[in-house]
């Protein structure tokens, strides 16, 4: 069973994502700020990390920037979650050099596919 793990501040759209990943057949787990989610990294080794960019403490590009950093864990296939459609901000996450990102909300059809397709890499 594939392992994923949802790193989000907000617990509806965290709990409502684990909740259809599970029904879909994934081990999911989740994370409320991006601290707990790059402990949950290293201690859960996903097979797939889906992470808001926006988030107290620490945002989703230093996530990945620590994630990146530790041999552990730096080719798990890293997908963005955003709210935020600024040219600017979407440019940043292509330039770090992510696997995807989807912008909500999202049509669960779509994202559904996206997840099968990250998986298979």
Not at 21 to 35: D, M
Not at 37 to 62: H, N
Not at 76 to 97: E, H, Y
Not at 108 to 115: C, H, T
Request: hydrophobic share 45%; glycine share 8%.
């Amino acid at each position: 069973m594939k392992k994923i793990l949802v790193i989000e501040d907000e617990s509806f759209i965290r709990d409502n994502l684990i909740e259809l990943l599970e029904i879909e057949g994934f081990q999911a787990v989740g994370a409320e700020n991006g601290s707990k989610g790059v402990e949950l990294a290293k201690d859960y080794q996903p097979d797939l990390i889906l992470c808001d960019v926006m988030m107290p403490e620490l945002d989703g590009f230093g996530v990945l920037e620590k994630l990146r950093q530790d041999s552990g864990t730096a080719t798990i296939p890293f997908v963005f979650l955003t709210a935020s459609a600024d040219k600017n901000n979407l440019q940043r996450i292509r330039d770090i050099g992510i696997n995807d990102y989807i912008l909500k909300p999202f049509n669960v059809d779509k994202f559904l596919s996206a997840i099968g397709t990250w998986l298979a890499h």
